[in-house]
C-alpha cells in the first residue's frame, strides 16, 4: 500500500451505504485503508411493529454488526428518518464532521435520488464540499487544503440519468457484502419485505435467511449472463439484483480490467461530482487501487 486512502460515505439511512457501497469498502478495508460511513438519519420509521424509538435503537445496533464484518467505523446521526433537511445547522455538522475525518474519497446520494433523506444527504454533502477548504467558515475544525473526490452512488434515476466514471468489480467481496445486509435484520428480513407485501416469503428459521437473501444464485464458475441479468427488477438485493451493474457496465468493465472484465459477476458503479476535485488517469489508479 502506498497510502492509506481515508474514505468516507454519506447515506440518508442506516443501510443506504451498506447497498452501494459495501463491496468497495470492504476492498478498501480489506487493504488497509481507513472507511467510515455516516447515516444521516436514525432508521426510525424503517418498521411496521416496532415503535420509533425501538427501531432507531435496533437499527444501530444492525449497522456496529455491520461495520464489525467490513472492519470499519459506522456513525449514525439522531436525526428522525424523513426529518433531515439542508439547513446550516446541518450543513456546518457535516462539514465538521468530513473535516474531522480528512477524507481523500467522498461519497454520497445524487439529488434526483427518490427519497427526501436521501435527496437532503445529497444536497447538504454538495453544500459542505467547497466550503470543507474555506478556512473561516466553521473555524473550530480546521479546514481541508484539498477537496475530496466525491463520488456519487449509482442510481435508477433519469432526469438527469446517472453518468458513471469509475466501475469496480466486487466478486471477491461479494458473499462478505451478503454478511453486512444480514446485519440489517430488521430491514431486509422485516421492513422491506413487508414494503413488497412479500413477508410471508421470509423463512422463519433465521439459519435459512442468509440462503433467502442470496436468491436464485449466480452461476460464478460461468460467464456472466447479461441477458437474462438485465431482465430482472432490481428491489430486493438478491445475487441477481447485485449483478445488475456488473451486466450494464460490461463494456466499462472490459475497458478497466481487460478481458478479465468479461468474467465479473458484481460491480459497483459511481459517478463524479463537479463540486470535488476531479478525477485524473493518475488520481483514478492511487483511489481506486483494484
Ligand atoms: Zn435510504
Not at 455491520?66 to 449514525?76: F, L, M, R, T, W
Not at 445475487?239 to 460491480?267: M, N, P
Request: glycine letters at 6%; a negative charge.
Amino acid at each position: 500500500m502506498e497510502k492509506q486512502l481515508r474514505v468516507m460515505v454519506v447515506g440518508a439511512h442506516p443501510d443506504d451505504c451498506d447497498f452501494s457501497y459495501g463491496g468497495i469498502a470492504l476492498k478498501y478495508a480489506a487493504a488497509g485503508h481507513k472507511v467510515k460511513f455516516l447515516s444521516l438519519c436514525n432508521g426510525c420509521y424503517g418498521h411496521h411493529i416496532m415503535t420509533p424509538q425501538e427501531t432507531a435503537a435496533r437499527r444501530y445496533g444492525e449497522t456496529q454488526e455491520a461495520a464489525k464484518i467490513a472492519g470499519i467505523e459506522y456513525d449514525v446521526w439522531d436525526v428522525d428518518d424523513c426529518s433531515i433537511e439542508a439547513t446550516m445547522e446541518n450543513r456546518k455538522r457535516l462539514i465538521r464532521e468530513i473535516r474531522e475525518f480528512h477524507p481523500d474519497i467522498l461519497f454520497s446520494h445524487r439529488t434526483n435520488d427518490y427519497h427526501a433523506d436521501h435527496r437532503n444527504a445529497a444536497i447538504l454533502v454538495q453544500d459542505a464540499s467547497y466550503l470543507l477548504i474555506v478556512p473561516g467558515f466553521c473555524p473550530e475544525v480546521p479546514a481541508m487544503r484539498k477537496m475530496p473526490i466525491i463520488l456519487y452512488c449509482w442510481d435508477k434515476f433519469q432526469q438527469p440519468p446517472f453518468k458513471v466514471d469509475v466501475v469496480v468489480g466486487i466478486d471477491e467481496v461479494i458473499d462478505k457484502k451478503f454478511e453486512m445486509f444480514h446485519c440489517h435484520v430488521s430491514q431486509l428480513y422485516e421492513w422491506l419485505p413487508y414494503s413488497h407485501c412479500e413477508e410471508h416469503t421470509v423463512p422463519a428459521d433465521p439459519a435459512q435467511r442468509l440462503a433467502w437473501l442470496h436468491g436464485n444464485p449466480i452461476d460464478r464458475n460461468s460467464l456472466p449472463d447479461d441477458e437474462r441479468i438485465l431482465s430482472i427488477d432490481a428491489k430486493n438485493h438478491s445475487e441477481e439484483d447485485e449483478a445488475y451493474l456488473a451486466s450494464l457496465y460490461r463494456k466499462e468493465l472490459i475497458a478497466r480490467y481487460g478481458e478479465a472484465g468479461r468474467k465479473i459477476h458484481f460491480a459497483e458503479a459511481f459517478g463524479v461530482s463537479e463540486y470535488g476535485t476531479q478525477l485524473t488517469e493518475e488520481s483514478v489508479k492511487e483511489l481506486f487501487p483494484f
